[in-house]
């Protein structure tokens, strides 16, 4: 072989080698992408389940404590309403800081582009 056709093989053998790599990265980027969005997901999806939890266990509350207001005595329902008033308003805030975690998460994952496609 002639020292040009040697080199010329050489080069395609490179090149070949470096668009094959090239492909594997592409496709090992769109497996992590894939991965970070499963687990993005799941993580603005565990914070919406926490949400609905809260949510159910503060209306069973709400409910025993309404069942005991309509038996209570004067004094007994102050205290109950009371109870209810504080419940209400540690519920609103926490689903406040629930719902902007869930804000900042999605924001994040729109920023660094791993939002599942749907």
Request: glycine share 4%; net charge positive; hydrophobic share 40%.
């Amino acid at each position: 072989m002639s020292p040009r056709n040697i080199r010329r093989s050489l080069l395609s053998a490179a090149l070949i080698g470096l668009v094959a790599n090239v492909g594997w990265a592409a496709d090992t980027a769109k497996a992590s992408a894939a991965e970070a969005a499963r687990a993005n997901s799941a993580g603005a999806q565990r914070l919406a389940e926490q949400a609905t939890a809260q949510r159910e266990r503060m209306l069973a509350e709400h409910a025993a404590l309404t069942k005991l207001l309509k038996t209570a005595t004067e004094e007994q329902r102050k205290a109950i309403l009371a109870r209810l008033e504080e419940q209400r308003k540690s519920f609103e805030e926490s689903q406040r800081t629930l719902a902007k975690l869930i804000r900042d998460e999605q924001r994040r994952q729109r920023q660094e582009g791993t939002t599942p496609r749907r």
